[in-house]
């Protein structure tokens, strides 16, 4: 577990240093207005949701271990272009090589599932997630102090250079210190047809909900990332300094949750409700969100939305594996990842059509209204017991 923890710690903090705290910069530096910029954040999501299923099948066949140092190769080579990228086309060949292969999440989950037992499964995705989201405690302001703080000049170069060279470090932590996970193919040939296999995951009762909800809570959540730096430069005139530190408090809060109030939280309720808490959690964050224009109303929105969002996405994987057959595990945490690719590459530009063209507050009252049908819809079968 450790190497891999590591892994995706020192990942993440190469991705986000980029992508949180200076592509949008560095897409506007060349040209790109706001809603090419979105469009731009969202291009890996798009690309995953084709990908990630094709990759997680793999990780069934040949090990987990191959396709995460595929990973690290693939993301060495974006950042490497987007380092001396001074044309759009360049910066979007790099997002698209990224989201072909990345698979940190769902192949590392897949790992995970491989080598803990079901009683522990919960815990340790969470520790994963944890450490995924203390790598967004430290990416953005390492991405805001190397790029620079004006805003129509970043140092974009350093940056992604600096992303580069974690990539190169983790294909060797990977490498050396990662035990190959066993393909749980290899014993046994599957006769069924990949896309069949993928249709008969989806159509199974037991589990297709819990793509649907996935994809739905981070809809709303991805839309709210997509436009949260516009909301708060209209709200509290902040720019990227200020985000770029608030950034390091969502990923602390994220870290604790998925540390700590997950464990708390499981041990008390099974999976479903423990779900359900979850966006009860993110609508009581979203709302607050909506009627803030103080520190103090904010503090208390982002503890709810990274309590509810910590809580609820390893919880679903979790569940998701639990009632998977091992052989089609990650297949299936890979097609639960192109459900959050559509979330993020539709929900950014679909909350920031809202955010032009009816104000500032419009995208979080669309999402009180989805997360509230969610409840309504989805809420039963969540609160019945397992």
Request: glycine share 8%; net charge positive.
């Amino acid at each position: 577990m450790l190497p891999l923890i590591i892994y995706v710690f020192i990942d993440v903090i190469a991705f986000s240093s980029v992508i949180i705290a200076v592509l949008p910069f560095h897409v506007m530096f060349l040209g790109a207005g706001p809603f090419i910029v979105t469009l731009y954040m969202s291009t890996f999501s798009f690309i995953q949701f084709f990908a990630s299923p094709y990759i997680g099948r793999l990780s069934d066949k040949l090990g987990r271990k191959p396709m995460l140092l595929t990973s690290c190769v693939a993301d060495f080579i974006s950042h490497s272009i987007m380092a001396i990228a001074t044309t759009l086309n360049l910066v979007l060949i790099s997002r698209i090589i990224a989201g072909l292969f990345s698979c940190n999440i769902s192949v590392g989950s897949a790992y995970i599932s491989d080598i803990t037992n079901e009683k522990d499964r919960t815990k340790y995705i969470g520790y994963y997630n944890a450490a995924f989201s203390l790598g967004f405690v430290i990416g953005p302001i390492v991405g805001g102090l190397l790029a620079g703080s004006n805003p129509s000049n970043p140092d974009y170069f350093r940056a992604n250079i600096f992303a580069a060279t974690i990539n190169f470090i983790n294909f060797f932590i990977l490498f050396i210190f990662l035990k190959p996970s066993k393909p749980v193919e290899k014993a046994k040939e599957k006769s069924k047809k990949f896309l069949s296999e993928i249709f008969s995951i989806i159509t199974n009762k037991n589990i297709s909900y819990l793509f649907y909800l996935y994809f739905l809570v981070n809809f709303v959540f991805s839309g709210l990332n997509g436009v949260f730096a516009l909301w708060s430069k209209e709200v509290f005139n902040w720019g990227p300094k200020q985000i770029g530190f608030l950034m390091c408090f969502v990923g602390i809060l994220l870290a604790l949750h998925q540390s700590f109030s997950i464990n708390i939280i499981a041990s008390k309720f099974k999976e479903k409700k423990t779900i359900f808490i979850g966006i009860v959690s993110i609508f009581i964050g979203v709302l607050i969100l909506s009627i803030t224009r103080n520190y103090y109303f904010l503090g208390f929105a982002i503890f709810f939305l990274t309590l509810g969002i910590g809580i609820f996405n390893p919880t679903i994987y979790s569940l998701i594996s639990k009632k998977i057959s091992k052989s089609s595990t990650g297949s299936a945490l890979s097609i639960n990842q192109s459900a959050m690719s559509i979330a993020r590459f539709s929900g950014q530009p679909f909350a920031g059509i809202f955010f032009q063209s009816f104000g500032f507050n419009a995208p979080l009252f669309v999402g009180l209204a989805i997360l509230g049908i969610v409840k309504i819809v989805f809420g039963s079968n969540l609160l019945n017991d397992e």
